[in-house]
């Protein structure tokens, strides 16, 4: 493993990998960009190509390029080594499956079932005729790795045990369903009479499963789709189908063509469109849309030519307005979705998506058809167009907006605009139900001293000067220094960096050094003044010869706090 990581990084370089998912540009003797992991107006993410490293000094996000890939590609480190090794041309090999750990093996697992359920699809015939029926080729059906689930309760089950995998790992993998304790049953196959959707991660690897009804059970009592459940490798939140074909697309085509379902999905890819991606067992959510995002930032949503479709896809386009997409829609005919227009007329179907126009502007024309006398109009605006005005991320074109409403109605805009603000988010509903955010959130804030010191051990790591560590040694004290070094060695790059940035330009780094070292003992002694005064307060009232001691060391520290301001 470690020769593999080694010629990896020989091989790539840092601003190579970055440059692949953010547009860098040259800061000195490093880049910047904005930070792929957090909404920010003012670029923070900083690449060191002497250091191989990245650090955000916005949401504290660091590391090489290795965890860089595991951040954006929602990655383990075996994941994100196999994927840079393939870019590398390193040869990589698969660890053996008695060796693995639980996650390597459940990912031999999910392939094992995938091949599992492509050879079953071969040998039905109704599931391909159906198929055939909904337009999917055979070339589509291969290339998307479509299969089947027969029906009967335990024969993927029989089929993977016979392959060296246990029953737990079975059950961890969502694969077999553990029966209630006590009931006296086996554990059963979760996928029974089922047309196959094998899901992917970012790096193409199968960790879960989305199962269409078909045949036998094909009755009201089941559910027309299901999905995997969360499991150490798949978390319906943060995986959209077909994402890992769609990458290269999102960023050539700059869009994402957003649809319901694996059908709809799969069909679009065939007509051309290998931007379009979907979402698998649950709501859109905020994990989603950073997906996209760091890749595109135009979205399409496929709807019916009314306000039913946008009504059922509130939730969705406000996220996307909120997190600062450009949201258009592609209008469908009425009662068709995406995979019945394409399977119709594939034609219409990109018609539809080139013709996508800003959901703010289909809903104005929508409503103006539905409501031509102007006081009926300007209520429903109100109510159905004001609230995703509220929600544009970008003030210009809330503006714009308002202006073109204004206009349409003949009102002030003053009016309009008034009524936007007064629209009200429950916020927190929309974050609790769109999923998790960020996991790493800006530090506490430090207080002045912590803060020079990161500055002070900052310039020494970026030097590497023994002078410069002698002089900060020689002020700290021997004890003081081994602590404060060892308690910030983790965030060595990125203290190296930041002095790097602040400092690079300095020609007097010697005088600079000695001015925050005497920035630090000042407020060194600063805080040890108001320990001494705080301790005073809680004597008050007790016999002066307690409080006396106390009282000379304060004025001792004051003497030497405006002694060293005369420096």
């Not at 008695?98 to 392939?111: D, I, P, T």
């Not at 599992?116 to 337009?135: T, W």
């Not at 995002?293 to 969705?316: E, P, V, Y």
């Not at 007064?422 to 207080?447: C, N, W, Y």
Request: aromatic letters at 8%; one cysteine or more.
């Amino acid at each position: 493993m470690s020769s593999t990581l080694e010629q990896v990084k020989a091989r790539l370089a840092i601003v190579e990998v970055v440059s692949g998912y953010l547009k860098l540009e040259r800061a000195g003797a490093n880049y910047r960009a904005r930070c792929p992991f957090h909404q920010e107006k003012t670029p923070s993410f900083f690449v060191s190509p002497s250091r191989g490293t990245y650090h955000c000094f916005g949401c504290n996000r660091g590391g090489d390029l290795i965890s860089f890939v595991e951040e954006i590609e929602n990655l383990d480190f075996v994941g994100a080594l196999k994927l840079l090794a393939e870019r590398a041309g390193v040869s990589y090999r698969q660890p053996d499956p008695a060796a693995a750990s639980l996650k390597s093996r459940l990912y031999l697992l999910h392939e094992a079932a995938a091949s599992y359920y492509i050879e079953q699809l071969k040998s039905n015939p109704a599931a391909l005729s159906y198929l055939a029926e909904r337009g999917l080729t055979e070339i589509t059906i291969k290339s998307f790795r479509l299969g089947w689930a027969p029906p009967g309760w335990r024969q993927l089950g029989s089929v993977l045990a016979g392959q060296g995998f246990k029953e737990a790992e079975m059950i961890s993998a969502g694969l077999l369903v553990s029966p209630p304790a006590g009931s006296g049953k086996s554990p059963y196959d979760r996928f029974r009479s089922r047309i196959m959707f094998p899901l992917t991660d970012t790096a193409g690897r199968v960790v879960g499963f989305s199962g269409r009804i078909f045949g036998a059970d094909d009755d009201d009592k089941s559910a027309k789709y299901l999905n995997s459940p969360d499991t150490l490798l798949y978390n319906k939140s943060k995986i959209l189908y077909l994402y890992d074909r769609a990458r290269l697309a999102l960023r050539t085509a700059n869009r994402c063509v957003l649809v319901e379902g694996q059908i709809d999905a799969v069909l679009s890819h065939q007509a051309g469109f290998a931007e379009t991606v979907a979402v698998s067992g649950t709501a859109l959510t905020h994990d989603h849309l950073a997906l996209i995002k760091r890749l595109t930032n135009n979205l399409i949503m496929a709807f019916d030519a009314d306000l039913a479709g946008i009504n059922a896809g509130q939730r969705a386009i406000g996220l996307a307005l909120g997190a600062g997409f450009e949201v258009k829609i592609a209008v469908l005919p009425a009662e068709r979705d995406p995979a019945d227009l394409i399977c119709e007329n594939p034609a219409a179907w990109r018609q539809a998506v080139d013709a996508a126009v800003h959901v703010i502007d289909f809903l104005l024309t929508v409503l103006e058809r539905q409501s031509p006398e102007r006081r009926a109009l300007a209520h429903a605006i109100e109510l159905e167009v004001y609230p995703f005005i509220a929600r544009l991320a970008n003030p210009l074109d809330q503006a714009l907006f308002i202006n073109q409403i204004a206009t349409r109605l003949g009102l002030p805009e003053t009016v309009v605009r008034d009524g936007v603000n007064r629209v009200k988010f429950d916020r927190d509903k929309i974050q609790s139900a769109g999923g998790s955010q960020s996991a790493a959130g800006p530090r506490p804030l430090a207080t002045r001293r912590a803060r020079l010191e990161e500055i002070i051990f900052g310039l020494t790591l970026w030097q590497d000067s023994e002078n410069l560590k002698q002089s900060v040694r020689d002020r700290f004290g021997a004890e003081r220094f081994a602590e404060i070094w060892q308690e910030l060695e983790p965030r060595r790059g990125e203290l190296a960096l930041a002095a790097e940035l602040a400092y690079a330009q300095s020609e007097r780094l010697e005088t600079e050094l000695d001015e925050l070292l005497n920035y630090w003992q000042e407020e060194t002694w600063r805080e040890e003044l108001a320990d001494l005064l705080a301790k005073v307060k809680q004597l008050n009232g007790s016999p002066p010869s307690l409080i006396q001691p106390y009282l000379i060391k304060c004025q001792e520290l004051s003497e030497k706090i405006n002694g060293l301001k005369k420096l």
